[in-house]
């Protein structure tokens, strides 16, 4: 550990040059502005950007492309709670109360929350990281098909605590989540199913679309829809209106270290990500927390969470790509093919042999984080204005946005009718009672359940026996078999209580 400590310092020693300290500064500012983009996300931004950094050394270029990575998780919040468009998609539990917040007056209190989280989370995820790189990375691999497999089966145990007071609508919602992430191509087999002969079906339904319509358009058309003047409700906005209280700091303290340590731990894992992250702790903290009940109705607790979780993972999903050069999602992966294009192979021993690489890019980690807090603080008052704006101005601004959100996926006019159709179907939803919770989780992780489990029977040509080959399988299949009974003995509880 204290080695650890000597070289982190060296490395905030070799950090503090022009090109390293420019680097980190332009890649946490681009970062931030390109999460509030919704639809553009880590992935693209890096992308766009790594020819950029063709003509830089190779530490300033990877610090660059790194805090972007990082920060797009602090820039996804301020969409999702202004606008109720997630900006990407581990911001999408952060829409849920972020925007509940927002109606109810208080859109500086639910943005600080989010920007405070992410800091601790980003922290956490980074003293992780520091500390204990290597020894994480090897946790992480010991994850395999059967151990994602049953992870991600405990997260959709969890559906039913996001059912809301409907549990049928609820189910209903579900079962069309379900639904939607079966049409296209097969991962595993490769063969399609449910495309009904559209060839833009054939690759699945695209995920940016679908989010946008569910909670942009939708927004859209209740906005036109709205009786009145067609001004929104004025909001008299302080600057004290931002600040948290001391007693909300310290209900927020154990939410924001228990998705920070939460998120680090998914983050490590191959394939696993910030969405996932985000989704799991949000998903727990729902379940441990004395307020899980008003979760999606507006509590700040709903925004610490998530938050705190997805950048906990962008930090953690380090140690897998640059102790084995396993890449933990599609941005990582953009950003093992730079570190190899420059003559640098994630291992072991890059630690050893490479530290004036390794060390200043931890050390800038800790660097980046301050920027982004900051630029994101001093971007409170001016994004605010948003909350202001009537709706005949601001229906337009956000169905513009909707629009060139959802073309830049893939380019097609396809996704953009696809948007405005799922964003009709989500306002009729809405009307109905119909949550939209369990239907986003259920997309975003049956296509991973079905991967893992048809990868594990793949290993042992059909033998279930695989699910319980060790004690983290049998952990989590505890723990599953737990939560689905805890709903039926937290009932009987209640009713025996009432007795009484």
């Known amino acids: 550990m204290f080695e650890n400590l000597s070289l982190l310092f060296f490395g905030f020693i070799n950090v503090f040059t022009f090109d390293s300290i420019a680097a980190c500064l332009f890649g946490t500012v681009a970062g931030v502005f390109i999460g509030a983009m919704p639809g553009i996300g880590a992935l693209t931004g890096v992308s766009v950007l790594l020819p950029l950094t063709f003509a830089m050394n190779p530490t300033a270029a990877i610090i660059m492309l790194a805090a972007l990575y990082y920060s797009t998780m602090y820039g996804g919040s301020i969409s999702a709670v202004l606008l109720n468009i997630p900006g990407d998609t581990p911001a999408i539990c952060t829409a849920l109360d972020g925007y509940k917040l927002t109606e109810k007056g208080l859109p500086g209190k639910a943005l600080t929350t989010c920007f405070m989280s992410s800091f601790i989370g980003g922290t956490i995820g980074m003293l992780i990281l520091t500390m204990s790189g290597p020894f994480l990375a090897q946790v992480g691999l010991k994850f395999g098909s059967p151990e994602l497999a049953l992870l991600i089966l405990l997260a959709m145990t969890s559906i039913g605590?996001?059912?809301?007071?409907?549990?049928?609508?609820?189910?209903?919602?579900?079962?069309?989540?379900?639904?939607?992430?079966?049409?296209?191509?097969?991962?595993?087999?490769?063969?399609?199913?449910?495309?009904?002969?559209?060839?833009?079906?054939?690759?699945?339904?695209?995920?940016?679309?679908?989010?946008i319509g569910i909670f942009g358009f939708s927004q859209v058309i209740e906005l036109v829809t709205q009786r009145g003047s067609g001004e929104r409700p004025k909001i008299k906005i302080k600057l004290r209106d931002m600040y948290l209280s001391w007693a909300e700091i310290k209900r927020l303290l154990p939410v924001q270290l228990r998705s920070g340590f939460m998120g680090t731990f998914v983050g490590v894992m191959p394939g696993a990500g910030g969405t996932s992250a985000s989704f799991i702790s949000y998903i727990f903290e729902r379940r441990v927390n004395k307020l899980g009940d008003s979760f999606g109705t507006g509590v700040i607790e709903g925004c610490a969470a998530p938050e705190s979780a997805?950048?906990?993972?962008?930090?953690?999903?380090?140690?897998?790509?640059?102790?084995?050069?396993?890449?933990?999602?599609?941005?990582?992966?953009?950003?093992?093919?730079?570190?190899?294009?420059?003559?640098?192979?994630?291992?072991?021993?890059?630690?050893?042999?490479?530290?004036?690489?390794?060390?200043?890019?931890?050390?800038?980690?800790?660097?980046?984080?301050?920027?982004?807090?900051?630029?994101?603080?001093?971007?409170?008052?001016?994004?605010?204005?948003?909350?202001?704006?009537?709706?005949?101005?601001?229906?337009?601004?956000?169905?513009?946005?909707?629009?060139?959100?959802?073309?830049?996926?893939?380019?097609?006019?396809?996704?953009?009718?696809?948007?405005?159709?799922?964003?009709?179907?989500?306002?009729?939803?809405?009307?109905?009672?119909?949550?939209s919770a369990p239907l986003l989780l259920a997309f975003v992780l049956s296509p991973m359940l079905e991967k893992y489990v048809r990868q594990s029977f793949d290993m042992t040509r059909g033998d279930p026996s695989i699910f319980v080959r060790g004690g983290i399988c049998w952990a989590f299949i505890l723990l599953i078999f737990g939560f689905c009974i805890a709903p039926v003995v937290v009932k009987r509880v209640k009713a025996l209580r009432t007795k009484t």
């Open 161 to 211: 605590w996001l059912l809301g007071d409907d549990v049928i609508c609820g189910l209903f919602a579900t079962a069309l989540g379900l639904l939607f992430a079966t049409i296209g191509t097969d991962q595993a087999a490769g063969y399609l199913r449910f495309h009904f002969g559209l060839p833009n079906l054939m690759a699945g339904i695209s995920f940016v679309p679908l989010v």
């Open 310 to 435: 997805n950048n906990a993972a962008a930090a953690g999903a380090f140690a897998p790509l640059l102790t084995f050069g396993i890449p933990g999602s599609s941005t990582t992966a953009l950003l093992l093919g730079g570190l190899m294009m420059w003559g640098l192979q994630p291992g072991p021993l890059l630690f050893t042999e490479k530290p004036e690489f390794v060390w200043p890019l931890i050390a800038s980690f800790y660097l980046g984080n301050i920027i982004c807090l900051l630029v994101c603080f001093a971007a409170i008052p001016l994004v605010l204005k948003a909350v202001s704006v009537s709706n005949a101005v601001l229906a337009p601004v956000i169905f513009a946005i909707c629009v060139v959100a959802a073309y830049t996926t893939n380019n097609s006019m396809f996704d953009v009718f696809f948007m405005m159709g799922t964003g009709v179907f989500s306002y009729f939803l809405k009307i109905s009672k119909v949550p």
